[in-house]
């Protein structure tokens, strides 16, 4: 078990750090937030983080 959820915090980890870089690579989202491109980045956020917990949510139940 340890090694499942050890191996599932690392395949996170390896996402959140690829959707982290994807979005870097986009500075101007971050200074738009009150433009639709600044809304639809921080909807993609939310979503991308909501996704996240409900995925730990998932692997924590099986």
């Given at each position: 078990m340890?090694?499942?959820?050890?191996?599932?915090?690392?395949?996170?980890?390896?996402r959140?750090?690829?959707?982290?870089a994807?979005?870097?690579?986009?500075?101007?989202?971050?200074?738009?937030?009150?433009?639709?491109l600044g809304?639809e980045?921080?909807?993609?956020?939310?979503?991308?983080?909501?996704?996240?917990?409900?995925d730990?949510?998932?692997?924590?139940?099986?």
């Amino acid at each position: 078990m340890d090694d499942e959820l050890e191996n599932f915090i690392r395949e996170r980890k390896a996402r959140v750090a690829e959707d982290k870089a994807c979005l870097e690579q986009d500075p101007p989202y971050m200074e738009m937030k009150g433009l639709p491109l600044g809304v639809e980045y921080e909807r993609k956020k939310q979503r991308l983080q909501h996704e996240l917990r409900m995925d730990y949510r998932r692997y924590m139940t099986q």
